[in-house]
């Protein structure tokens, strides 16, 4: 039987999750999510379902991980071509630096969401790797490989344009 406290306690609880909602609703929203809002809501749903599943210490990882299940169920749903769900996952670069963007579209949909989970979602890569479900080493590695990865694209990209200059020219004046 939950009395009061217990039943206060928990809604106390909850209201620090559920300021996360806004977090999660963009990470939806950047991986395509046609209704971010929608699923944000879902993950909260989840979240007051299985509190006591929900990591005190820091919610987000286990908030992402929840939201990326929904995205990815959604998606199985909702589409079955591949080519479909590519063109999906694309949308989640916009307002990028053109050579940015076409690099991280270059990069396999694992090495992105490595990438993207430390660049937006502002995890740590303990907490990514949680979200993910994986061990935190091999977050690293895959991290590791996926910063190489895109900076080798980035390199290809840059070699085909002439330099600029950096400002810190050296001029002789006579």
Known sequence: MTTDHDRLAAEDRFRSVFSHLGAVAAYARRR?????????????????????????????PWLFATARNIVLADRRRTRTVSAQVDRASETELLELDPELESALRALSRVDREALLLIAWEDLTPSQAARS????????RVRLLRARRRLQAKLDEASAGRPREPDGNLDMETT
């Not at 993910?132 to 977050?139: C, E, K, W």
Request: aromatic letters at 6%; zero cysteines.
């Open 132 to 139: 993910l479900g994986i061990n935190p080493t091999a977050f």
């Open 32 to 60: 395509g999510h046609p209704d971010a809002d929608a699923a944000a809501a879902e993950v909260m749903t989840i979240a007051w379902r299985r509190l006591t599943d929900v990591p005190r210490d820091d919610p987000r």
